[in-house]
């Protein structure tokens, strides 16, 4: 059974869905008003491998993720572009949506978006008012916190702690309505009433607050109560905790069942973050480095733990690597070098009376299963996919050394300890061969190195050697080798790899 960690309790326990056919999770989404960043990407790797790991062992799942398509950061850069909020928010959810498929996380079942929920949210808003548990002021509508007496459960916050750290996203004007100091909005008046951007309300032209959309949108797909509710760590306080409180007093019911957080991506300690101007964005990584290898990355810590990023800089101050981003990248490499050895191992080489599979192998999907299971321990399953890798290029070299054979039933096991990692966290699904391929030109780019002028020259050096003019088949060797390129001779020819 799957432990996690749950923030409200503050305890491991079992994930057990209230409807053991159907688990519920809902993750909040991106805001979309500009591209992803390593941050973000964290936060959905993480989920990506909960969803995976839940329907692998066989639990079903529905799985939503919302996209915030109205909020203040979206107008105010709409405003700096000159560009409509609609044609902003959908361009930025394109690309988030690219972002998400390169770093290999599947989409959720359903991906509402605040624009098409406005109905849900001013029907929840309008429950809240008639139950005592909300106000309107001055077009405004705030939500009572003195009316909902477990305001805080979930973050350990009493109610002056609410009222110092309360952050609304609301100007001095919208501050002064409220009737006490950690009353959050839940409608916004407009500012401007001509704004082509209002929407209309009971309580007049505005938009929604930032917490209720997710609460309408949540329980619309999900019911009342969810299985679990997942994000990033700084959304304990306020957003879910305001979560909670809207909807219980909504709908009676209790909100959530289980409460999942990751922790921040830090730069030097500090969370990485737009407004803290020390992230890098997705795209810029994937310029640089495989996006599955910036997955891999992403796995290397346990989620609840922060997450690292170092650099490094030129003289002129400029960034000209990642180094544990292209560790990964070297793991992955190694780990698509042994799924490739694996595919092209020959028929002929496969025979019953070779040993019998290891332990390492055999044991790979059940070790990945278990290790996931406490908690989502992903260093741990890295550890068992390194065992596994080796065990697997062992099982190639017996096989391919004079004489040589691999038993079935271990080539069997090998690959299905590469479809469990797929299948639990997400790596080394994409063809080995493609991806090799793309490492090596990248790097050989990196290098001013043409693909095709290496080529030429491994052709010329076939040439000498088919004429025994041995010297200059190794003085062409020894000048792509001072040029960091390394040459493999094999049975079907000689192939090339980049250090």
Not at 434 to 449: H, N
């Amino acid at each position: 059974m799957l432990r996690l960690y749950d923030t409200l309790s503050r305890e491991k326990k079992p994930f057990e869905p209230e409807d053991p056919k159907e688990a519920r999770v809902y993750v909040c989404g991106p805001t979309v008003y500009d591209y992803s960043h390593l941050g973000h990407a964290r936060c959905y790797v993480v989920y990506d491998v909960l969803i995976r790991h839940l329907r692998a062992i066989g639990q079903t799942v529905k799985y939503v993720r919302n996209i915030t398509d109205i909020d203040d950061k979206i107008l105010k850069r709409s405003a700096e572009s000159g560009e409509s909020p609609s044609s902003l928010t959908e361009r930025f959810t394109a690309a988030f949506h690219e972002d998400m498929a390169a770093l290999g996380n599947l989409p959720p079942d359903i991906e509402p978006k605040v624009s098409d929920h406005i109905p849900e949210i001013i029907s929840m808003v309008q429950t809240l008012i008639d139950r005592g548990h909300a106000y309107e002021s001055n077009g405004d509508v705030y939500f009572s916190v003195p009316s909902f007496e477990q305001y805080g459960r979930l973050s350990g916050r009493d109610l002056s702690q609410n009222a110092e750290g309360a952050s609304e996203r609301l100007d001095a004007d919208q501050s002064a309505r409220k009737k006490h100091a950690a009353d959050f909005a839940l409608w916004k008046a407009a500012s401007d009433p001509n704004d082509p951007s209002n929407i209309a309300s009971p309580w007049g032209p505005g938009r929604p607050g930032w917490h209720i959309e997710c609460s309408a949108m949540s329980t619309k797909h999900l019911g009342k109560t969810l299985d679990l509710h997942g994000g990033g760590l700084d959304l304990v306080f306020p957003h879910h905790e305001n979560e909670i409180a809207q909807s219980e007093c909504a709908t009676g019911a209790t909100y959530c069942r289980h409460w999942a957080h990751n922790g921040f991506v830090e730069v030097d300690k500090q969370k990485m973050g737009k407004s803290l101007g020390n992230f890098f964005t997705a795209r810029d990584l994937f310029e640089r480095l495989e996006a599955e290898a910036v997955r891999l990355f992403a796995l290397t810590v346990h989620y609840r733990s922060p997450l690292n990023l170092d650099w490094t800089l030129d003289d002129a101050g400029n960034v000209t690597g990642f180094p544990q981003i292209e560790d990964a990248e070297s793991r992955l490499e190694y780990l698509y070098k042994t799924k490739h050895r694996l595919s092209d191992l020959p028929e002929s080489r496969i025979k019953d009376a070779a040993a019998p599979p290891s332990d390492a192998l055999l044991q790979a999907p059940e070790r990945i299963r278990d290790s996931l299971n406490d908690d989502l321990n992903t260093p741990k399953v890295l550890a068992v996919m390194a065992e596994f890798l080796a065990a697997v290029n062992e099982l190639c070299d017996s096989a391919l050394k004079k004489k040589g054979k691999a038993h079935p039933d271990a080539v069997a096991a090998a690959t299905k300890g590469f479809e469990a990692l797929e299948a639990h966290i997400g790596i080394g699904g994409q063809d080995a061969g493609a991806v090799l391929t793309r490492i090596r030109d990248r790097r050989a780019a990196e290098r001013g190195l043409e693909g095709s002028k290496i080529e030429a020259q491994i052709a010329a050096r076939k040439e000498a050697r088919a004429n025994k003019d041995w010297a200059e088949g190794d003085r062409i060797r020894d000048v792509l080798l001072e040029q960091g390129v390394t040459l493999h001779d094999g049975t079907e020819g000689t192939t090339w790899t980049i250090a």
